[in-house]
């Protein structure tokens, strides 16, 4: 099992930046693959970025350009870097982790981005 725990969320304003961190129970280096996923109220769970254990990465089409994800694989933490943040950035963002076809999910950190 993997136990995941988001951090980092809060409220800004629009063109600022949040760094979201999420730190995983259990090393993260044999793990498929990591992302982060986000909610916002009344829409279905989207896909934000991912990255692989070999490094790829993988980003939505609305995030491409202005979000980054990485992974620090010696501190068990894999991080969302949000730069030049919308008003329709506004969501829950989880943590994901996919590891022998399981998916671990953290509870969330909410992100608000005002106008």
């Known amino acids: 099992q993997v136990q995941l725990v988001e951090s980092g969320g809060g409220l800004v304003q629009a063109g600022g930046s949040l760094r979201l961190s999420c730190a995983a129970s259990?090393?993260?280096?044999?793990?498929?693959?990591m992302g982060w996923y986000r909610q916002a109220p009344g829409k279905q769970r989207e896909l934000v970025a991912t990255?692989?254990?070999?490094?790829?990465?993988n980003y939505a089409d609305s995030t491409k350009g202005r979000f980054t994800i990485s992974r620090d694989n010696a501190k068990n933490t894999v991080y969302l870097q949000m730069n030049s943040l919308k008003p329709e950035d506004t969501a829950v963002y989880y943590c994901?982790?996919?590891?022998?076809?399981?998916?671990?999910w953290g509870q969330g950190t909410q992100v608000t981005v005002s106008s």
């Open positions: 990255i692989t254990s070999g490094g790829s990465r």
């Open positions: 994901n982790a996919k590891k022998d076809w399981v998916d671990y």
């Open positions: 259990r090393s993260i280096f044999s793990i498929n693959a």
